[in-house]
Nanobody, 113 residues
Framework: QVQLVESGGGLVQAGGSLRLSCAAS??????MAWYRQAPGKQRELVAG???????NYADSVKGRFTISSDNAKNTMYLQMNSLKPEDTAVYYC?????????WGQGTQVTVSS
């Protein structure tokens, strides 16, 4: 059974930092990614990483966020620096196998101005 468990969200002031974690279990994942969804908006891709380490980022977070993974632990991270109020959202972990994709339950990130 596949499980994705996010942690690390919280409340932070603008300019601060947070580190999100996504612990995955139950399969080998080819790619993993962070998405976010703000109130009234569509879910959007924040950053993705392949098992080989290739990464991609949304333009809005380039230079501020860093995605990484520990394949041995099947865990993905998102280091978020220089946070802005517009980064406020529920952040979701997504993991893809060859045949399916899975979502975590989400973790709230709130950035106060």
């Amino acid at each position: 059974q596949v499980q994705l468990v996010e942690s690390g969200g919280g409340l932070v002031q603008a300019g601060g930092s947070l580190r999100l974690s996504c612990a995955a279990s139950g399969s080998i994942f080819w790619t993993m990614a962070w998405y976010r969804q703000a109130p009234g908006k569509q879910r959007e891709l924040v950053a993705g990483i392949s098992r080989g380490g290739s990464t991609n980022y949304a333009d809005s977070v380039k230079g501020r966020f860093t995605i990484s993974s520990d394949n041995a632990k099947n865990t993905m991270y998102l280091q978020m620096n220089s946070l802005k109020p517009e980064d406020t959202a529920v952040y979701y972990c997504k993991a893809n196998t060859q045949w399916n994709h899975y979502w975590g339950q989400g973790t709230q990130v709130t950035v106060s101005s």
